[in-house]
Nanobody
Framework: QVQLVESGGGLVQAGGSLRLSCAGSGFSFSRYAMSWYRQAPGKEREVVAT????????YYAESVKGRFTISRDNAKTTVYLQMNSLKPEDTAVYYC????????WGQGTQVTVSS
């Protein structure tokens, strides 16, 4: 069955870094645009970054530009989100998303940035 499994979340101080990973299985990973979304308490889920295929072109939310980097390894069916210079406002549950002819979601991983 289709699975998206996120890992790498945790607690970090402001200014620190985390690297999220999302391992996909059960679908044609290389055909899917992959995104990271986040949802903070009391707020709507928002897209953070997207990496398309096959071009590899990327999109970033304005709030994370210059600090976050999305990448993918199709051989490992994994997408990454490198998060640097983290801020308390980056605190949220981060979700992996795969989109092509279907849309799939991971279960989420908590990122907490302390001030």
């Amino acid at each position: 069955q289709v699975q998206l499994v996120e890992s790498g979340g945790g607690l970090v101080q402001a200014g620190g870094s985390l690297r999220l990973s999302c391992a996909g299985s059960g679908f044609s990973f290389s055909r899917y645009a992959m995104s990271w979304y986040r949802q903070a308490p009391g707020k709507e889920r928002e897209v953070v970054a997207t990496i398309r295929t096959p071009s590899g072109s990327t999109y970033y939310a304005e709030s994370v530009k210059g600090r976050f980097t999305i990448s993918r390894d199709n051989a490992k069916t994994t997408v990454y989100l490198q998060m640097n210079s983290l801020k308390p406002e980056d605190t949220a549950v981060y979700y992996c998303n795969a989109r092509w002819n279907y849309v799939y979601w991971g279960q989420g991983t908590q990122v907490t940035v302390s001030s």
